[in-house]
């Protein structure tokens, strides 16, 4: 694996992973980058990364770079679970599975949370002070999301915290071994979920996904396992990351707050905070089935792929000006949620919890304002996502 910059990314990426992004899109699009996973080629550039996340020489099951007899269930050290996610199958099998949890995240079934959600946001802002500094991260932006999925999924409210702490740890760039340990307890966790679902089901999720198991043979214990962990870590994560980052941007810059207690503009206000902002950084890796190259560069089989969302989102080959924020652009190409087969299931409930997270928020406290120096601000170190640790704002007094 060559390309003319070796080097890591440094800290400036974990600050500012765009500005990292833009320069590798205009002077190297597929380049060689060192995570703590090791290295990888990453893409830069729209029309490599759209490409890219349909073409079928891009495997998300690493072990189809192997020969049939080498192929092993999981990577050493990590549980079955982490090899059996939607993120890391391919067709047939991904198609299979997908299929059984698509019924639940149809735009119909998210529409129907909508008062929910609203319910929840509003209990939540109530329990805020309005005098003295919150942390927007830890009261509010991931708690909600969490909330719902664990709903969603028929998660007891008392195991939630522990849950959200290894999720972290998951989603972060963290050493092998804290990774592993962090993948066996969730693995652990869900499986005890799961057979005490199976002994006393109730109407969420999971139960349905045993239920489904059951009467067809179609999901092994595994299987549904593995589905919970994908759903529940992502199901919360990236909208708790969303619903920070776009705070921070909205302070920044308040020109299209109103917008978003619009009923008609909210929805496109929230698209183009999604092109802007970037749930999610880059979609999960890929593996090389044969000798093929990207953008001109070769990529020798086996070697991984980083295909970056937040990069050819901010293409301007794509979206003219595209480092402005203008909530009246086309956003209609924008690659936020992915593309293809493994495009995003809960994109309609990112959009869901963003238009409403957001526009309760800011309502309830127009006042709004951040207390940190951005200076400070500590900013978690993963390849998935950028978002800081901790933001602490002051609300002010509420809206009548």
Request: aromatic share 6%; proline share 8%; with cysteine.
């Amino acid at each position: 694996m060559t390309s003319t910059h070796q080097d890591s990314f440094t800290d400036d990426y974990w600050l500012d992973p765009h500005s990292t992004l833009a320069r590798a899109r205009e002077n190297e699009p597929v380049r060689v980058a060192h995570f703590e996973s090791g290295p990888t080629w990453l893409v830069t550039r729209y029309a490599d990364v759209r490409a890219g996340l349909v073409d079928e020489r891009l495997a998300k099951d690493w072990r189809s770079t192997l020969p049939e007899a080498e192929r092993a269930d999981a990577p050493p050290g990590l549980p079955a679970p982490m090899s059996h996610m939607l993120t890391s199958l391919d067709p047939p099998e991904h198609t299979r599975l997908r299929a059984l949890v698509t019924q639940a995240f149809t735009a119909r079934r998210i529409a129907a949370l909508r008062p929910r959600v609203e319910q929840l946001a509003e209990e939540l802002l109530d329990g805020l002070p309005e005098d003295e500094p919150v942390d927007l991260v830890g009261r509010y932006a991931i708690i909600l999301p969490m909330i719902v999925i664990c709903e969603l999924l028929g998660v007891p409210e008392l195991e939630r915290d522990e849950f959200a702490r290894l999720s972290t740890v998951l989603i972060d760039e963290c050493p092998e071994p804290e990774l592993a340990e962090a993948s066996a307890q969730m693995a652990t966790y869900l499986d005890g979920l799961v057979a005490a679902k199976r002994a006393d089901p109730d109407d969420a999720l999971l139960s349905a996904l045993i239920t489904a198991s059951d009467e067809g043979d179609r999901l092994t214990d595994l299987e549904i396992t593995a589905r919970a962990m994908l759903l529940l870590m992502a199901g919360h994560e990236t909208t708790a990351v969303f619903l920070t980052n776009s705070v921070r941007a909205l302070l920044d810059d308040p020109t299209h707050v109103h917008r978003l207690t619009d009923p008609k503009a909210a929805p496109a206000m929230v698209e183009e905070l999604l092109r802007w902002l970037s749930p999610a950084m880059n979609a999960s890796l890929r593996f090389a089935t044969e000798d093929m190259e990207i953008g001109g560069v070769p990529i020798a089989r086996g070697e991984s792929v980083m295909l970056s969302t937040a990069a050819a989102d901010r293409d301007p080959r794509v979206f003219p000006d595209a480092d402005v924020f203008d909530p009246d652009r086309n956003t209609a190409k924008h690659v936020a949620f992915g593309h293809g087969i493994h495009r995003c299931l809960g994109a309609a409930l990112v959009r869901l919890e963003a238009e409403v997270g957001l526009a309760a928020l800011f309502r309830r406290f127009p006042q709004l304002r951040a207390t940190a120096d951005p200076a400070t601000l500590t900013f978690r170190r993963s390849v998935h996502v950028h978002s800081p640790r901790v933001f602490p704002v002051l609300l002010g007094p509420r809206a009548h």
